[in-house]
């Protein structure tokens, strides 16, 4: 890419827009990851009783419903950045390329 | 918890038979009788999937055609196909074998195969898209000095690639003797010759349709398994869990156990137990799995094959989406294993153990649901999946040889797509004798380590330089080699330092091994973090400001996408 260009897009206010809202976006939701993943684990290294621990009166314990929701946790956590990233993200990225390439 | 309950439960845990981190490699267990329904079944696999190879032949012409199937794959195939690459025969045999004998630990296990996904959409899936072209060398060293970068990368791609293929090479000789009995060597020539043909003839075209079949018939046989285990409880998982606790009680009831200690065994299942032993293994081996997968050259590689960044973001949106449900799926098939073979005399030998070993429980559980016909259909998905994984692999490891060593530090960026074409496909062949070869020299050695390895080294070494050059203004070439470096080769040796190494394939005694953790992340991509920062700080080489210079312009094309390759025309 010529030095130009990216100067030009460089000091567009939409691009440092772009950058500054997936940044924090991407990063958010990545210490959202690491804290419900690495929480799960450390339950498991230190409170295993927690996660054994019956729910009601049947077999089903704490572990299940909690070890389930990491897993569904995952996908949504996926989703909701793919579908702002596709939307929001992509419309301004096509903007700043419309400004800076014309 | 009462001590004496305590000591029961440790007791019961420590009864339960070779569960746990083993579980990504499938090795063992004695030849069954020849299964013709499976063979001719699996046959019909491969006859489509050559058909669908001579199609992708008359379609793979270019470099480009052959690295990334002229990227234009969209984004919902994509993730199929990286879910085919990635749900391994190993994942999907050895968690439900391991959630049948340990229950919860199973599904402790299948979650750390899981976490990596999201954080590599966060930070790096959309900007690997606009900043590479055929694998991740392209974006590690876009804007570093192109030769020691390159070397490295090719050189993690090689370890990752090598491991990782060796154990998928020795799990398919396992499983052809238990699955169709038939000889060892038998699976081994078979799954390098076909690795071939898919790679050589239909090049990255050939390889995703391999893995979307698999992926298909994967998810499809495990949805039937888990529909038919729920339907027997009326869709309800108290009813099925509960089941399970009577079952494993009972059977440690009848191992001798008094009444109080079979209770606590058989509710053992339903929580934690031996599979994490210390923290730092814990979180050491949730990071190799957690950071590796973003490290894993021949996923990233995938991201190469859609036309956009947005189709990149389509793909792991459905690859996370089908893993997660696999997994899901894993843990209810354990659980009807449980239920449905521990029960049946027909799949247990005379001392109560499975008829070909643990890792059966799912093969079993395909017979007890679903008669002969979905026997011989499990059976062969689990050896095509295989394949998908090993055509995946070799092409990953061919690129590296072709387009990084090849392409870009031999030639310096000259050679014509014709002869980098001729390169691939020599290494195609060459990675294909040398995994048989090794396939066989490692048919009786405990290997249970190099699926773990293999993460760790992707954690270790490819995810740092990827993730800093990404994102980090002030890394350097000479950082970004050095710090590599020392994360290849701490991790290795770490590894083989460790218990599962040192003791299990040494042979050393037990207790010997200098390093006592599980995996060795926590501590080699630390230090791989740490190295490349330390000296991208201190270098004040030409290069150094050539290479901080050049930040700006990659991260517009990263968050931009302008000047990102298009997909080529057909």
Known sequence: METPLVERIVADPNYQELKRQRSSFGWTLTIAMLVVYYGFILLIAFKKDLLAARIGEGVMTWGIPIGFGVIIFTILITGIYVRRANSEFDQLSEKIKKDALK | ?570
């Not at chain 2, 749900?87 to 750390?112: E, H, P, R």
């Not at chain 2, 959309?126 to 694998?135: C, D, I, M, Q, V």
């Not at chain 2, 005399?345 to 070909?356: R, S």
């Not at chain 2, 003791?503 to 190295?531: C, D, K, N, Q, R």
């Open chain 2, 1 to 570: 918890m009462s001590r004496s309950k305590i000591l029961a439960v440790a007791l019961a845990v420590a009864a339960l038979p070779g569960a746990g981190f083993a579980a990504d490699v499938i090795q063992g267990g004695e030849k069954q009788a020849t299964n013709w329904t499976a063979i001719v079944m699996f046959g019909a696999f491969v006859l489509m999937t050559l058909m669908i190879t001579k199609w992708a032949a008359s379609k793979t012409k270019s470099a480009a055609d052959f690295y990334t199937a002229g990227g234009g794959i969209t984004g919902f195939q994509n993730g199929l196909a990286i879910a085919g690459d990635y749900m391994s025969a190993a994942s999907f045999l050895g968690i439900s074998a391991a959630v049948m004998t340990s229950g919860y630990d199973g599904l402790i296990y299948s979650i750390g195969f899981l976490v990596g996904w999201p954080i590599l959409t966060f930070l790096m899936a959309e900007r690997l898209r606009n900043l590479g072209k055929f694998t991740f060398a392209d974006v590690a060293a876009f804007r570093f000095a192109q030769t020691p970068v390159r070397i490295f990368a090719a050189s993690g791609t090689l370890v990752v690639v090598a491991f990782y293929l060796i154990a998928q090479m020795v799990g398919a000789g396992s499983l052809i003797e238990l699955l169709f009995g038939l000889d060892y060597w038998i699976a081994v020539v078979l799954v390098g010759a076909l690795m071939m043909i898919y790679v050589l003839f239909g090049g990255m075209t050939a390889t995703t349709w391999v893995q979307i079949i698999k992926a298909c018939l994967l998810l499809g046989g495990a949805s039937f398994m888990s529909f038919m285990v729920l339907w027997k409880y009326g869709f309800s998982p108290e009813a099925m869990f509960a089941d399970a606790v009577r079952v494993k009680g009972e059977l440690a009831l009848a191992s001798g156990k008094t009444p109080e200690e079979a209770a606590v065994a058989g509710q053992s299942i339903m929580g934690p137990g031996t599979f994490i032993k210390d923290p730092i293994s814990a979180i050491s081996f949730g990071m190799a799995l957690m950071f590796g997968t973003a490290g894993l050259p021949h996923i990233l590689m995938r991201f190469f094959t859609v036309p956009s960044a947005k189709e990149a973001r389509k793909s792991v949106m459905w690859a996370t989406t089908w893993i997660g449900y696999f997994y899901l799926l894993t843990f209810i098939i354990g659980f009807g294993a449980i239920t449905y073979v521990l029960t049946n005399p027909e799949f247990l030998t005379a001392d109560g153990k499975l008829v070909g070993g643990t890792n059966m429980a799912a093969v079993h559980l395909a017979h007890a649901v679903g008669g002969n016909i979905f026997l011989g259909f499990i059976s062969a998905v689990a050896f095509a999946t295989i394949l998908a994984v090993v055509a995946g692999l070799t092409l990953s490891g061919a690129s590296a040889v072709s387009h990084d060593l090849y392409s870009t530090v031999i030639k310096k960026g000259k050679a014509d797509s014709a002869s980098e074409l001729r390169v691939s496909r020599i290494t195609t062949i060459c990675l294909g004798i040398v995994a048989v070869i090794l396939g066989i020299a490692f048919q009786n050695q405990n290997i249970a380590f190099m699926v773990s390895l293999a993460f760790a080294v992707a954690a270790s070494a490819n995810f740092p330089v990827l993730f800093l050059a990404i994102l980090w203004k002030d890394c350097t070439t000479k950082g970004a080699v050095v710090g590599g470096f020392v994360g290849l080769v701490l991790s290795v040796v770490l590894t083989v330092l460790s218990p599962s190494v040192w003791e299990a394939t040494l042979g050393h005694p037990v207790g010997s091994a200098p390093f006592p953790y599980t995996s060795p992340t926590i501590f080699s991509m630390t230090l791989a973090f740490l190295t490349i920062w330390i000296v991208s700080k201190m270098d004040n080489s030409a290069r150094a400001k050539v290479d901080r210079a050049g930040f700006l312009a990659q991260q517009v094309r990263s968050e931009t996408g302008i000047g990102a390759s298009e997909a080529s025309a057909h």
